[in-house]
């Protein structure tokens, strides 16, 4: 059963950087489609990024200071991001499905779900 953990959120002025990690356990991640979506508060599930075998995606509103990447000997999908703003406040979770279709950004096609990490960027 595939088993996915975020990691790295916290705290961070504006301006700043956090690298999120997805990690998953039991199974090989690569055979994976990965995406990670966020949810501010009061709002819905937004979509962020997703990763497949030939492709890298980003929602509309990265503008080039997310970059998301896998790390093959950690079993990880990792998701840099720079230059935060206030409005990047979330929990940001990772997603998966065995799938070779290609990645996308509609949370309804990730089967598997992580439980989340707290990103807070404010001063």
């Known amino acids: 059963q595939l088993r996915l953990v975020e990691s790295g959120g916290g705290w961070v002025q504006p301006g700043g950087s956090l690298r999120l990690s997805c990690t998953a356990s039991a199974v090989n991640l690569e055979e994976y489609e990965v995406g990670w979506f966020r949810q501010a508060p009061g709002k819905g599930r937004e979509y962020v990024s997703c990763?497949?075998?030939?492709?890298?995606k980003y929602g509309g509103f990265v503008k080039g200071r997310f970059t998301i990447s896998r790390d093959i000997r950690r079993n990880s999908v990792e998701l840099q991001m720079n230059g935060l703003q206030p409005e990047d406040t979330a929990v940001y979770y990772c997603?998966?499905?065995?799938?070779?279709?290609?990645?996308?950004?509609?949370?309804?096609?990730?089967?598997?779900w992580g439980q989340g990490t707290q990103v807070t960027v404010s001063s």
């Open positions: 990763i497949d075998d030939g492709s890298l």
């Open positions: 997603a998966a499905v065995q799938a070779k279709d290609g990645c996308s950004g509609y949370a309804r096609n990730y089967r598997h």
